[in-house]
C-alpha cells in the first residue's frame, strides 16, 4: 500500500476513522513516540504521557473560559464543524456531545483518538498543510494550539477560508509564549523564561514559528476573511489565585509544564538546538523548581482570534468552489463510496441527495434533472445558488452511475415518487 492509501478502520459502532498508511509507523525518539505520517511535521509526542497534559491543557482552557467550548456567536445546532490539529479528539468529542445535531470533524496527525465517540464525530488522519482540502464544507472551524505547527499561516488561511461556508466562523485559541506578572510586566529573567525563548529559538529554526499570532488579522484579512477580532485572557501559571476557578486552571497549566517538560525539550532542544542530554536534564529540574515557587505570582496570555467568511458568495466563487471540483469526479459510484473522498466534495449535501432522491427511478439524467429541480422548487419554493450549480455538475454524470449512487431506499418529499 502506497503512502497515499488509506482505510477506514472501524473503532465502534459508532465512528470511523480513516487512516493513511503510514499512521501506524511511529517514529521513536529520546525514549518518546512521535506520529509517523509526515514524520517531523510535529515535534512533539503523540504517546498516552503526552495525551495526558494535552488533556489537561484541554481542561485549563475550559477553566479559562468558564466551561465555554468556543466563545463565537453562532448556534452550532445542526452545523458543520471542523477541529483542526484535533489531538486526542476531547475538543471535538466534547461538542459533539453538546450538538448532537451536529456533525464533527477532527483532523491531526496521529491517531490518538478515544476508542468509542458520538455517533456524529469522525476523525481523519491528514497533515492540514499538505493532505487537506476542501470548499465550503463548513461552518465553524476550531483551530487550538497550532502554533509551532504550521509552515505557512497564509495559505492555511486560504484554505480555511475556501473550507467555510459563506457566513461560516474560524476561532483560533493560542497560547502566547511568554510569561507575565499579574501588573502586566514582562518576566525576563529565569528558567521558565528560557524554556519559551529556547522553544522560539528551535520552532524558529525548523520553520514552524511559535508565535504567529501577532500576523494572523493580515494573513486572515489577505485570505477573504473579514471582521477579525482578537481578545487576550490571562491564565495563571500556579495555582495561587484565590478564585477557584483560577486556582484550577493555574494548576493544571502548571501541572502540564511539569509533567510535559521533557516531551517540550526532547526534540526542540536536543535535536535542533543540540543540547547534550545532561544539559537537557539539568535545565528541565530548574525549570521544575522554578514552577514551584509561587510567589511570583506569573500569568500568561491566552489569544482568542475569530474571523468570518463574508455570507455572501458570487458566481465566480461558486464556479471555483462548488462547481470545478464536482466536475472533475470521473467515476461517481467509486467516490459515493469513499466517505473519504466524498467529505472532498461536501456540495453534495444532505439536501441535494434528497433532491436527487426524488427522481432516483429515472433512466435520463435530463428527466431526473428536471423533475429535481421542479419538484424542490415546488416543496421548498427556491433553489439556493449552491444547490442549482451542484445539479448542473450531476447532470453531466452517466445515468446509470448516477441512479447507483443514490439511495436505494427513498423517502421522497411527497411520499410518492410516482406522482413526479
Known sequence: MSETDSACIARSSFDVISLPSSALDHEWRHGRRYHGHHSGAYIYPNDEEEQIRLDMIHQAHLLLHGG??????IDLTGRSILDIGTGTGIWAVQIADKYPSASVVGLDLSPIQPQIVPPNVQFYVEDVERDWNEIAAYDFIHCRGMSGSITDWPTLFHKIYQALRPGGIIEIHEMLPAIFLTNQEP??????????????????????????????RTWTEEAGLIEFSEEIFEIPLGSWPEDQQRKNAGKLLASSFNTGLHALTAKAFRDVLSWSTEEVEVFNAYVRQELRQESSRRILHVSVCTARRSAHMDD????????????????????????????????LSSM??????????????????????????????SMNVETLNLLECLRSWDASALRLILPTECQYMDGNHDNL
Open 68 to 73: 465555554s467550548l468556543f466563545l463565537s456567536s
Open 187 to 216: 518576566v525576563l529573567n529565569g528558567p521558565l523564561v528560557d524554556l519559551m525563548r529556547g522553544l522560539v529559538t528551535a520552532h524558529s529554526q525548523i520553520g514552524r514559528s511559535l508565535d504567529p499570532v501577532s500576523n494572523f
Open 316 to 347: 465566480d466563487e461558486y464556479d471555483v468552489y462548488c462547481r470545478e471540483p464536482i466536475m472533475m469526479v470521473s467515476d461517481p459510484l467509486k467516490w459515493w463510496l469513499d466517505p473519504a473522498q466524498r467529505r472532498r466534495f461536501p456540495g
Open 352 to 381: 441535494a441527495i434528497d433532491i436527487l432522491s426524488i427522481a432516483s427511478m429515472s433512466a435520463e439524467t435530463e428527466w431526473l434533472f428536471s423533475k429535481a429541480k421542479l419538484s424542490v422548487t415546488d416543496q421548498r419554493g
